[in-house]
């Protein structure tokens, strides 16, 4: 995985000094491809392992926070990253989930799936837990040698455009000063003292956003969430369910945490209720199978209003009242860059939660190529769009690649706002990427290959087995014959990678995991 220095045609490259924030799935996949593009790559992670969503973290925030819901609500940033509950499995299979070149194997070594113990082994299911996919990523951090590259406990806690001073490379371009310190110290601090703490401040010709959009919680607007005297709390920092035990606990959101958290709830609380925006949207086969497998499962409308007796009042006529223990807000999460300083040019709409003006959702028309940003998009295939978007962003820094002039890019995105709104999608759905825009972005800008055809008919079959069976599409076994072929070439190549990765020099130097694991 060596970096080139020079172009197709021989042609020599500029190598940039970037600054990557964030070593989880995105950030790992942008810096893999700067450093095969010939660039310089520094990685400021907080936690100290990459994995970034994926590395669970047992604590639900802070013990020190008093009310994290009125923190969350006031946006202040969480301290716990990782919003992962204990028995979380993928909802996509394991065989469109790995890097281009890179598959997400089972390992060989496998005990078992998802065991407990002190070291439990390896998940070789098609949907394997949370952890498993943090031990991929390990590996491929270690397999695109990018240990070197990754700072840990660092926590980024401002990004400006430098002053005039700081520039001067080719062309003057734009350079950007990143303060950051250490992430212990940052979660003992008050801002106040956070200002007056030791800081590291140092100078790149560009800075790659990639801090993901799964851990600031969004919380819904309900009449009486002030005055609820029971529990409160977001999704976010939901872990596991012996909490709720015996409870009647309401789930505000039906989306796929929500159904999720619901089904593990089932087996100790004493009724969970389900409250959708819309009851018939909501009420799908998959959800109408689940209510009548499960008595003490209900679904409702909207909340109209929580009472400070411990009621939870339904919308319309037949919404119903429940005496509840807890409410969780399943509702989704904020995009959040509180580090960074732009002077207006970028910027997050809170109401609709929109991050713009972004060309293609990755370069910001003005400041554009020296900020960008990977992950920004949902909906769409990963690591593969990160990837794509990580190539894209390393050609165009190098000079191989060229974009559209400020002008150009602002127009693109003015105009796909009023798409979007003439269609009449909420601008809150703005970085929803339908496929064929998400393998256009690949083709189109930096000659990434389309994932195969296997696997595109794979996920068709997953989706369509979701939504007809929350709790059973796992456990299908109903591939094509065109799907079952190509698994086999697919398995050969697991074997050949397996091998590969149990070099005995690579395994002893590989660091210790995660202790929190």
């Known amino acids: 995985m060596a970096a080139a220095c020079v172009d197709d045609v021989g042609k020599p490259r500029a190598s940039r000094k970037v600054c990557v924030i964030g070593a989880g799935m995105a950030g790992l996949a942008a810096a893999r491809e700067l450093r095969r593009e010939g660039h310089a790559v520094t990685v400021l992670e907080q936690a100290g392992d990459v994995g970034g969503q994926w590395l669970y973290d047992p604590r639900a925030d802070d013990d020190d926070e008093e009310d994290p819901l009125a923190a ?37 070594s496998a005990a078992g799936g998802g065991g407990g113990g002190a070291n439990p082994g390896r998940d070789p299911r098609r949907f394997p837990g949370h952890r498993e996919v943090y031990l991929y990523l390990r590996d491929f951090y270690r397999a695109a040698g990018l240990t070197d590259a990754v700072r840990f406990n660092t926590r980024v806690v401002r990004v400006a455009m430098a002053p005039p001073p700081c520039r001067g490379g080719p062309g003057d371009a734009m350079k950007w000063v990143v303060r950051s310190t250490d992430a212990g110290l940052w979660k003992r601090c008050s801002d106040d003292q956070m200002a007056e703490a030791r800081c590291v401040e140092e100078v790149f010709d560009a800075v790659i956003v990639a801090t993901g959009h799964y851990s600031q919680p969004k919380l819904p607007s309900i009449q009486g969430m002030g005055d609820w005297k029971r529990r409160q709390l977001h999704s976010h920092w939901y872990r596991v369910p012996d909490p709720f035990r015996d409870e009647v606990v309401v789930l505000v959101g039906c989306g796929d945490s929500g159904m999720d958290i619901a089904l593990d709830l089932l087996a100790v609380a004493r009724e969970v209720h389900l409250s959708a925006k819309s009851v018939e949207a909501a009420a799908t086969p998959a959800m109408s199978k689940m209510l009548a497998r499960h008595a003490n499962l209900h679904l409702h409308p909207q909340i109209e209003r929580l009472c400070d007796d411990g009621r939870v009042v339904f919308a319309g006529g ?21 580090f960074l300083d732009t002077e207006g040019k970028v910027a997050v709409d809170d109401d609709d939660n929109r991050v713009g003006p972004l060309f293609e959702h990755t370069f ?86 389309r994932t195969e055809e296997w696997k595109r008919e794979l996920m068709a079959i997953i989706s369509r087995n979701t939504s007809d069976d929350m709790e059973t599409f796992r456990d299908r076994d109903d591939d094509s014959d065109n799907v079952r072929r190509c698994l086999q070439e697919w398995y050969a190549l697991a074997e050949h990678q397996a091998q590969d990765e149990e070099d005995p020099a690579a395994a002893a130097a590989q660091a210790p995991v995660h202790s929190s694991l």
């Open 72 to 108: 969350a609500a006031a946006a202040k940033p969480v301290r716990v990253h990782s919003s992962m509950y204990a028995s979380l499995r993928l909802l996509g299979p394991r065989e469109v989930m790995g890097f281009s070149d890179f598959q997400f194997v089972p390992r060989k």
């Open 364 to 449: 910001p028309p003005s400041l554009a190529p020296w900020l960008s940003f990977v992950g920004i998009p949902r909906k769409v295939m990963v690591p593969w769009f990160f990837e794509a978007q990580g190539r894209w962003i390393a050609g165009v820094l190098s000079g191989r690649r060229a974009l559209p002039s400020e002008e150009e890019m602002t127009r693109s995105v003015e105009e796909f706002y009023r798409a979007r709104e003439l269609a009449g999608v909420p601008k809150a759905h703005t970085h929803d990427v339908e496929p064929h825009k998400m393998y256009e972005l690949g083709e189109k800008y930096c000659d990434f290959p």
């Open 318 to 338: 037949g919404g119903g009242v429940v005496a509840a223990d807890t409410v969780m807000y399943c509702t989704g999460y904020r995009y959040s860059f509180p």
